[in-house]
């Protein structure tokens, strides 16, 4: 019912910057959380971000004050604007959302979206 796309990942070099995007589209009604989880290489998959639809925001320590996630509630779209990147920072970056269905409440997954973080 609900479908996530991610877009905007890519190379970038260390230091650098890179704004991810994730768009939910489908018959769903009310998106509660939105968020990004990262997974590289060999380890488990990482929480990294989340927003509220009231905008409050959590992230994950070894992200905070480089990241910022935000949203559009009208668009059900969630942002991840990414700075001062590292090498860490490197994985495949996807985008949740937990939907409000009315009888039922159910968690998305976008497909994913890579980022490199090299020189």
């Known amino acids: 019912q609900v479908q996530l796309v991610e877009s905007g990942g890519g190379l970038v070099q260390p230091g650098g910057s890179l704004r991810l995007s994730c768009a939910a589209s489908?018959?769903?009604?009310?998106?509660?959380?939105m968020g990004w989880y990262r997974q590289a290489p060999g380890k488990e998959r990482e929480w990294v971000a989340s927003?509220?639809?009231?905008?409050?925001?959590n992230y994950v320590e070894s992200v905070k004050g480089r990241f910022t996630v935000s949203r559009d509630n009208a668009k059900n779209t969630v942002n991840l604007q990414m700075n001062s990147l590292k090498s860490e920072d490197t994985a495949v970056y996807y985008c949740?959302?937990?939907?409000?269905?009315?009888?039922?409440?159910?968690?998305?997954w976008g497909q994913g979206t890579q980022v490199t973080v090299s020189s």
């Open positions: 949740y959302c937990t939907a409000d269905h009315g009888t039922y409440v159910k968690g998305y």
């Open positions: 927003i509220t639809s009231g905008g409050t925001t």
């Open positions: 489908g018959s769903m009604f009310s998106i509660s959380v």
